[in-house]
């Protein structure tokens, strides 16, 4: 199996919605974003699929090894031996990289945050800094659009919380700020222990009305000159927000089931921003 072989069914194993977006790109841009999904993919399944934390910090150690060779010019894993080709082309740099991982590690140092602002550090390293790469890929020519991709990532992070609750509980992990839990008086052995009640409901909603301000904010910061180039982006955006209004519309019963929209709903989602270009 070639490297490009490799990241290509990666990226169409996971299911993901960011998969159907990437449809649509030219050649080059599609193999680019395509091999850097597959290298976010790998690096985040050694903290959702190795159960031993010193296994996982060790292979993590690894992947932060294999960046920094990757960029010196002697890529190992079929994941960097894609990537590196097109690295220059599209201004992929070692520290947004290396920020990726160090967002997984803090999956592995700490299963709280205190406050939003704590929450949000880890959703830049994890999401902001794959929003602005993936807006370089996708063909920006405006400064501006780095903070745009920046808060889309950031949207896309905590409608991933907000459906993953369940999921995260089983892993003994909360990504719902503490602080928050308390306003709401929410506990977290509640979290845990997956037991819905009104108050966890009113919770939810705080979180997904945040989440659907900064798609507002995000949305806002695109300049028109960049509004054809980031179209795949809006492609994802209009498929995670309509998941995200799936979720409301079902009373968020995410602590017990994991909600989804259809493959033939994204690639129809995707294909409504591409033809006719509304979300």
Same mark, same amino acid.
Request: hydrophobic letters at 45%.
């Given at each position: 199996?070639?490297?490009?072989?490799?990241?290509?069914?990666?990226?169409?194993?996971?299911?993901?919605?960011?998969?159907?977006?990437?449809?649509?790109?030219?050649?080059?841009?599609?193999?680019?974003?395509?091999?850097?999904?597959?290298?976010?993919r790998e690096v985040d399944d050694v903290v959702d699929e190795v159960e031993d934390p010193g296994v996982a910090q060790t292979k993590l150690a690894w992947w932060q090894t294999e960046v920094a060779r990757a960029f010196a010019g002697d890529p190992q894993h079929p994941v960097m031996r894609a990537l590196m080709p097109l690295a220059p082309e599209f201004a992929i740099e070692e520290r947004q990289l290396q920020a990726v991982v160090q967002g997984c590690r803090m999956d592995l140092e700490q299963?709280?945050?205190?406050?939003?602002?704590?929450?949000?550090?880890?959703?830049?390293?994890?999401?902001?800094?794959?929003?602005?790469?993936?807006?370089?890929?996708?063909?920006?020519?405006?400064?501006?659009?780095?903070?745009?991709?920046?808060?889309?990532?950031?949207?896309?992070?905590?409608?991933?919380?907000?459906?993953?609750?369940?999921?995260?509980?089983?892993? #003994?992990?909360?990504?719902?700020?503490?602080?928050?839990?308390?306003?709401?008086?929410?506990?977290?052995?509640?979290?845990?222990?997956?037991?819905?009640?009104?108050?966890?409901?009113?919770?939810?909603?705080?979180?997904?009305?945040?989440?659907?301000?900064?798609?507002?904010?995000?949305?806002?910061?695109?300049?028109?000159?960049?509004?054809?180039?980031?179209?795949? #982006?809006?492609?994802?955006?209009?498929?995670?927000?309509?998941?995200?209004?799936?979720?409301?519309?079902? #009373?968020?019963?995410?602590?017990?089931?994991?909600?989804?929209?259809?493959?033939?709903?994204?690639?129809?989602?995707?294909?409504?921003?591409?033809?006719?270009?509304?979300?």
């Amino acid at each position: 199996m070639t490297p490009e072989q490799y990241v290509q069914e990666k990226a169409a194993g996971s299911g993901s919605s960011f998969y159907y977006a990437f449809l649509f790109l030219p050649a080059r841009r599609r193999a680019a974003i395509t091999a850097f999904y597959a290298f976010c993919r790998e690096v985040d399944d050694v903290v959702d699929e190795v159960e031993d934390p010193g296994v996982a910090q060790t292979k993590l150690a690894w992947w932060q090894t294999e960046v920094a060779r990757a960029f010196a010019g002697d890529p190992q894993h079929p994941v960097m031996r894609a990537l590196m080709p097109l690295a220059p082309e599209f201004a992929i740099e070692e520290r947004q990289l290396q920020a990726v991982v160090q967002g997984c590690r803090m999956d592995l140092e700490q299963s709280r945050y205190l406050d939003f602002p704590a929450l949000e550090r880890y959703c830049h390293l994890v999401a902001g800094i794959v929003g602005e790469v993936a807006a370089g890929i996708f063909g920006q020519s405006q400064d501006q659009t780095t903070e745009y991709a920046h808060k889309l990532g950031l949207a896309f992070q905590l409608t991933n919380i907000i459906r993953d609750v369940g999921e995260d509980a089983l892993r #003994g992990r909360i990504y719902l700020p503490i602080n928050e839990l308390q306003q709401f008086d929410v506990k977290a052995h509640e979290v845990l222990q997956r037991k819905y009640s009104d108050r966890f409901v009113a919770l939810m909603r705080f979180q997904a009305q945040r989440a659907h301000r900064l798609y507002d904010e995000a949305l806002a910061l695109l300049p028109p000159q960049d509004r054809r180039s980031q179209k795949p #982006g809006l492609m994802m955006a209009s498929i995670y927000r309509t998941l995200l209004r799936e979720i409301e519309a079902d #009373g968020f019963q995410v602590l017990n089931q994991r909600v989804s929209l259809t493959p033939l709903r994204k690639l129809w989602l995707a294909w409504k921003v591409q033809a006719l270009g509304r979300l």
